[in-house]
């Protein structure tokens, strides 16, 4: 078998060192940072967890092909999976909408909210219930599927919302809560068949959390890899893709460092690959993505707050509008604000941990960058806004003043210094209406043995397709590897005799 090197260890490099292992090939992860997992992480704060990935895990669903690639990366490792009552609530002025796991109570109440919209309302959760049928996840017991006729026959049905974004899709609804409450977790811009998939697979049992969160799943992946003999170096920085003849030969690394290797698979952002690991262009199949201002790339402004009381007056997560003074300075007219109740380890007994994230588009998350530069400026603006994010969510919730403590404030500068993203994103780009999320080519013409693996090869990224890149990549590696063995037979075959 061969030698991997993989370059990142966030769940694209873990998962496709483990298949890699899997497949018998000896493994070397080399990660940039202190830990594996990228994105996939939390961080401890005194006495409290900050979380910052997963708010939904797609694939906790037994009855699809995603749990069973969780399970095989040992990301589950039969730990409880924590279903919610709801993925998110709106509120406006107390007046609250939410996204149950029950969608038959989702109908109901997005009903009883607007009985004129009772038509749209319906035809919205039809499709909802078409895509879970579509996906396995349909029926009482979230394992039921289409038949080949039937998906053929629904695809229609998903049609207008595959046209429409979610302002467009809001803008259908007469009551002014139910169009806020359909753009509040995706924005405007976001194409509404997102939405609506995202609706089926959180109804569709499809979307829970694992036990321990993000820290704690990417700390089972790291000890599968580990379990299966691949090995893992942190503080490893790669610097370079050494080619000739277009073929990697090895990785050159901050420290001086040079390992070789028979194949090289990148899982970072290719916006950092391309002209500075290679020297090479980056493919068009992946530039048409970059330069498409459709598909926007974004990231955003968290800050963590320790709440000096037993009980949080919401469950999970709840978006309520920015009050008017605030929205250009925060660049943003929602506020979402999560809770952790479900992970009573993550703070002292009778306290209670808040999170909250500002969504921000790549203008701002620029900024951002550019501000650490300077230090003492870029602390400056992180106390200043999480001033003001503490004073909406007391002015939201009054019983929370002086219970309040900031403990942390992360930006879009954060995440391109710890998972080097060019412009801080935790998830590639925005899905926009009329495209398909169409996974791209992870070969590079010209370099046989380099192979990509990155979330920013699909839209909209995150961890399952993070995942999948990893284990695509490996897929792809045996599909060369046969391909090596079939030419040495053919020129073996086609040897002149010498008897």
Same mark, same amino acid.
């Given at each position: 078998?061969? $030698?991997?090197?993989? =370059?990142?260890?966030?769940?694209?490099?873990?998962?496709?060192?483990? !298949? &890699?292992?899997?497949?018998?090939?000896?493994?070397?992860?080399?990660?940039?940072?202190?830990?594996?997992?990228?994105?996939?992480?939390?961080?401890?704060?005194?006495?409290?967890?900050?979380?910052?990935?997963?708010?939904?895990?797609?694939?906790?669903?037994?009855?699809?092909?995603?749990?069973?690639?969780?399970?095989?990366?040992?990301?589950?490792?039969?730990?409880?999976?924590?279903?919610?009552?709801?993925?998110?609530?709106?509120?406006?002025?107390?007046?609250?909408?939410?996204?149950?796991?029950?969608?038959?109570?989702?109908?109901?109440?997005?009903?009883?909210?607007?009985?004129?919209?009772?038509?749209?309302?319906?035809?919205?959760?039809?499709?909802?219930?078409?895509?879970?049928? /579509?996906?396995?996840?349909?029926?009482?017991?979230?394992?039921?599927?289409?038949?080949?006729?039937? $998906?053929?026959?629904?695809?229609?049905?998903?049609?207008? !919302? !595959?046209?429409?974004?979610?302002? +467009?899709?809001?803008?259908?609804?007469?009551?002014?809560?139910?169009?806020? %409450?359909?753009?509040?977790?995706?924005?405007?811009?976001?194409?509404?068949?997102?939405?609506?998939?995202?609706?089926?697979?959180?109804?569709?049992?499809?979307?829970?959390?694992?036990?321990? @969160?993000?820290?704690?799943?990417?700390?089972?992946?790291?000890?599968? %890899?580990?379990?299966?003999?691949?090995?893992?170096?942190?503080?490893?920085? &790669? *610097?370079?893709?050494?080619?000739?003849?277009?073929?990697?030969?090895?990785?050159?690394?901050?420290?001086?460092?040079?390992?070789?290797?028979?194949?090289?698979?990148?899982?970072?952002?290719?916006?950092?690959?391309?002209?500075?690991?290679?020297?090479?262009?980056?493919?068009?199949?992946?530039?048409?993505?970059?330069?498409?201002?459709?598909?926007?790339?974004?990231?955003?402004?968290?800050?963590?707050?320790?709440?000096?009381?037993?009980?949080?007056?919401?469950?999970?997560?709840?978006?309520?509008? =920015?009050?008017?003074?605030?929205?250009?300075?925060?660049?943003? +007219?929602?506020?979402?604000?999560?809770?952790?109740?479900?992970?009573?380890?993550?703070?002292?007994?009778?306290?209670?941990? /808040?999170?909250?994230?500002?969504?921000?588009?790549?203008?701002?998350?620029?900024? %951002?960058?550019?501000?650490?530069?300077?230090?003492?400026?870029?602390?400056?603006?992180?106390? +200043?806004?999480?001033?003001?994010?503490?004073?909406?969510?007391?002015?939201?919730?009054?019983?929370?003043?002086?219970? /309040?403590?900031?403990?942390?404030?992360?930006?879009?500068?954060?995440?391109?210094?710890?998972?080097?993203? +060019?412009?801080?994103? %935790?998830?590639?780009?925005?899905?926009?209406?009329?495209?398909?999320?169409?996974?791209? @080519?992870?070969?590079?013409?010209? /370099?046989?043995? *380099?192979?990509?693996?990155?979330?920013?090869?699909?839209?909209?990224?995150?961890?399952? =397709?993070?995942?999948?890149?990893?284990?695509?990549?490996?897929?792809?590696?045996?599909?060369?590897?046969?391909?090596?063995?079939?030419?040495?037979?053919? $020129?073996?075959?086609?040897?002149?005799?010498?008897?």
């Amino acid at each position: 078998m061969s $030698k991997i090197l993989i =370059i990142g260890g966030g769940v694209s490099g873990l998962s496709a060192g483990i !298949y &890699a292992r899997m497949d018998g090939h000896e493994v070397i992860i080399c990660e940039r940072g202190a830990m594996a997992g990228g994105n996939l992480t939390g961080w401890q704060r005194g006495e409290y967890h900050i979380d910052n990935c997963i708010h939904w895990l797609t694939g906790t669903n037994p009855a699809t092909d995603t749990y069973k690639m969780w399970e095989t990366l040992g990301a589950l490792g039969g730990v409880e999976i924590m279903q919610g009552k709801s993925l998110y609530t709106y509120d406006e002025g107390g007046k609250r909408l939410s996204l149950y796991c029950d969608l038959d109570r989702t109908e109901r109440e997005m009903i009883a909210v607007s009985p004129r919209d009772e038509k749209e309302i319906r035809e919205f959760i039809s499709a909802v219930r078409t895509v879970q049928g /579509l996906s396995g996840i349909a029926g009482e017991k979230h394992n039921e599927g289409l038949t080949l006729l039937q $998906k053929i026959k629904s695809l229609p049905q998903l049609y207008k !919302y !595959y046209n429409l974004s979610t302002g +467009e899709l809001a803008a259908g609804f007469r009551h002014p809560l139910l169009r806020k %409450f359909i753009v509040s977790f995706l924005g405007n811009d976001f194409g509404s068949l997102a939405l609506v998939f995202i609706f089926a697979h959180y109804c569709g049992n499809n979307g829970g959390i694992p036990r321990g @969160s993000s820290r704690g799943m990417a700390q089972r992946m790291e000890k599968r %890899f580990i379990s299966l003999g691949g090995r893992l170096v942190l503080n490893k920085e &790669a *610097v370079k893709v050494n080619v000739k003849n277009g073929k990697a030969y090895s990785v050159s690394f901050g420290d001086g460092d040079e390992i070789g290797a028979d194949y090289v698979i990148i899982t970072t952002d290719p916006a950092l690959v391309f002209g500075r690991l290679l020297d090479a262009d980056m493919p068009g199949y992946l530039t048409s993505d970059y330069s498409d201002k459709r598909k926007m790339r974004f990231s955003g402004i968290h800050c963590a707050f320790a709440l000096d009381l037993s009980n949080v007056p919401f469950e999970g997560d709840i978006i309520f509008e =920015i009050p008017p003074k605030y929205k250009l300075r925060l660049g943003s +007219e929602n506020l979402v604000l999560r809770e952790f109740s479900h992970e009573p380890s993550f703070a002292p007994s009778g306290k209670n941990i /808040l999170q909250t994230v500002i969504f921000c588009n790549e203008e701002n998350a620029l900024r %951002f960058i550019a501000l650490r530069r300077d230090r003492a400026a870029y602390n400056k603006e992180k106390a +200043e806004l999480s001033r003001i994010i503490a004073d909406i969510i007391v002015n939201k919730f009054p019983e929370m003043k002086d219970k /309040l403590k900031c403990i942390d404030v992360w930006t879009p500068a954060t995440y391109k210094r710890f998972i080097n993203s +060019e412009m801080g994103s %935790f998830m590639s780009f925005a899905l926009p209406s009329r495209c398909l999320p169409m996974r791209k @080519s992870n070969k590079i013409r010209g /370099l046989e043995n *380099v192979i990509l693996a990155t979330q920013w090869q699909q839209i909209p990224g995150g961890l399952p =397709i993070a995942a999948e890149g990893g284990r695509l990549a490996v897929k792809t590696v045996a599909e060369l590897e046969k391909k090596h063995v079939h030419k040495k037979q053919e $020129k073996h075959k086609n040897a002149p005799s010498h008897a």
